[in-house]
């Protein structure tokens, strides 16, 4: 079983600056996309941003300009630097990483607080 760790979550003014990790403890096949999704109080989890095995990006509208995603496959670790922190960024962030194997095997982590203040 694999198993997703966080790191990098906490509590930053307005402006500032975090840097999430995601490290898995093991493959379950090939990697494909990794991603960070995240779930504000009271809302839905909705997706924040993604990277391909290509290395092809994708961001939610509102973190474009400011987040960026990055992977080290070697490490299967996904990296997601966020920079230019807003409160609305206030949420719980999870990693989630897929692998393709005999077939297709779907991973979260457990969630990291981020919390922006004004």
């Known amino acids: 079983q694999v198993q997703l760790v966080e790191s990098g979550g906490g509590s930053v003014r307005a402006g500032g600056s975090l840097r999430l990790s995601c490290a898995a403890?093991?493959?379950?096949?090939?990697?494909?996309?990794?991603?960070?999704?995240?779930?504000?109080?009271?809302?839905?989890?909705?997706?924040?941003?993604?990277?391909?095995?290509?290395?092809?990006?994708?961001?939610t509208d509102s973190v474009k300009g400011r987040f960026t995603i990055s992977r080290d496959?070697?490490?299967?670790?996904?990296?997601l630097q966020m920079n230019?922190?807003?409160?609305?960024?206030?949420?719980?962030?999870?990693?989630?990483?897929?692998?393709?194997?005999?077939?297709?095997?779907?991973?979260w982590g457990q969630g990291t607080q981020v919390t922006v203040s004004s």
């Open 25 to 59: 403890s093991g493959r379950a096949g090939s990697i494909d996309t990794m991603g960070w999704y995240r779930q504000p109080p009271g809302k839905q989890r909705e997706l924040v941003a993604a990277i391909t095995a290509g290395g092809t990006t994708n961001y």
């Open 84 to 107: 230019s922190l807003k409160p609305e960024d206030t949420a719980v962030y999870y990693c989630r990483i897929v692998f393709w194997g005999l077939a297709k095997y779907i991973y």
């Open 73 to 79: 496959s070697a490490k299967i670790t996904v990296y």
